[in-house]
């Protein structure tokens, strides 16, 4: 075996760290992949299989075998699982310059083998989110400009993907100094002089999941999308902002695909919008979370469990791959944007409502923040369990409220991310 390449050794390293080689412990059951999604970009995407069970998998790579014209490629073997015909027949196009294409087949009785074939050798992760269970796999790699002309045949999502996106805007920013496959791709601020800065906002839930339920029966999914609006209007309002949102009406997006689009979109601020619960009617408060594999306390670990949409259980025996190797910069960051909002939040609620607590800063495995390729964090507004709170969150004067402090905060980090990015 011809030994790896230092650019995927960070990978194969963060990887092994947790279940190597990409092994599950899923119990075997019988699965069959009912459909395969993507989302791209020239450097980043991420490929989602979706399977009707828990299943048994092992993700690898292979090295290009000229002889047999095969390009590199990664595969994942999952177990007693089978396959949808429509899915064998159609492979996903991507010849984005880091994919070419995503094909599955039966590789032997029982096992499914779903490939990804390379444009050229890439860092990759491998993990499973579940109910409903999916193994995602992030390939991230720099760009090659000869081979991400756009032409006439952009390739089309195979089945709800989002569209793929050719943003120009890079080209003309200078080249990232650090290796993007050893720090999981964009670490550096990737603004240049001048360039605008891009803000995903992601309010939660939304569609068939209201997310928390107040007293009265609010319900957090519109909470979170009034706020969104808010902030969106706001920060617009400043030319330096590119506002994108990951929904702006009631629909529902499973989490990895927020990610996803705040990635695909190159944006540098991604903001996911929450309500807190709590089964102690009286709990309250503000705070702000950034990723993390373990939890600040139990609270921030039921806390992730319900956003994620899993039970505890499923939470703490960690089936995802948090790469905390290469987030060490995006991570401090995130904490700096974090203590950021959630002071401007505490400070504009106290003084416009009276006293709030402050609850602070907390970190969590948030599966919505896995995987997120710039400055993240995940604001959980007051608690729609607490009656007093579900009152405030009804009046549109605290919405703004709160809003006007995420604008305030995103502002304030942005301009000192640009100054330090232009200091000595
Ligand atoms: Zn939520």
Avoid at 248 to 272: C, G, H, K, Q
Wanted: net charge positive; aromatic share 6%; glycine share 8%.
């Amino acid at each position: 075996m011809r030994p790896i390449p230092p650019q995927l050794r960070a990978a194969f390293l963060a990887a092994s760290l947790l279940l190597p080689p990409f092994l599950s412990l899923a119990s075997p059951r019988h699965a069959a992949v009912s459909g395969i999604r993507f989302w791209t970009n020239e450097e980043y995407t991420r490929v989602a299989v979706d399977l009707s069970d828990e299943a048994k998998y092992e993700a690898n790579f292979l090295r290009a075998d000229p002889e047999s014209n095969l390009p590199p490629r990664i595969y994942i073997d999952i177990e007693d699982a089978s396959i949808r015909e429509e899915i064998l027949r159609r492979p996903v196009e991507v010849r984005n310059g880091l994919l070419k294409v995503v094909r599955a087949g039966r590789f032997r009785k029982g096992v499914v083998r779903v490939v990804i074939d390379l444009e050229r050798e890439s860092g990759y992760r491998a993990f499973t989110m579940t109910d409903p269970f999916r193994i995602i796999v992030d390939i991230e790699g720099k760009a090659e400009a000869a081979s991400t002309e756009p032409g006439g045949d952009t390739p089309q999502p195979h089945r709800g993907g989002a569209l793929l996106q050719r943003d120009t805007r890079c080209k003309e920013c200078p080249p990232e100094e650090m290796s993007p496959v050893k720090d999981g791709g964009g670490s550096e601020p990737r603004r240049a002089g001048g360039a605008r800065i891009r803000v995903m906002l992601d309010p939660g839930h939304g569609g068939k999941d209201p997310g928390a339920i107040g007293p009265t029966g609010l319900k957090e999914k519109d909470v979170v999308l009034a706020i969104g609006k808010m902030v969106r209007e706001r920060l617009e309002r400043h030319e330096e902002f590119d506002v994108k949102m990951t929904r702006d009406s009631d629909i529902f997006i499973p989490l990895e695909e927020r990610t996803a689009m705040a990635n695909e979109a190159r944006a540098d601020i991604f903001v996911s919008l929450h309500i807190n619960a709590s089964p102690n009617r009286r709990a309250e408060g503000i705070s702000t979370y950034v990723l993390s594999r373990g939890a600040s306390d139990r609270q921030a670990l039921e806390l992730a469990a319900r956003e994620n949409g899993v039970p505890l259980a499923k939470l703490t025996g960690v089936k995802f791959i948090i790469d905390d190797l290469s987030t060490s910069w995006r991570k401090k960051e995130s904490l700096r944007l974090a203590k950021t909002v959630n002071d401007a939040i505490v400070r504009n609620v106290n003084g416009r409502f009276g006293p709030v607590h402050d609850l602070g800063l907390k970190q969590a495995p948030f599966y919505v923040l896995v995987g997120a390729r710039m400055t993240a964090v995940l604001v959980e507004t007051s608690f729609i369990t607490n009656a007093r709170e579900e009152a405030r969150l009804r009046g549109t004067s605290f919405l703004a409220a709160i809003a006007d402090s995420v604008v305030e905060a995103v502002r304030y980090y942005g301009e000192k991310a640009a100054v330090a990015r232009a200091g000595p």
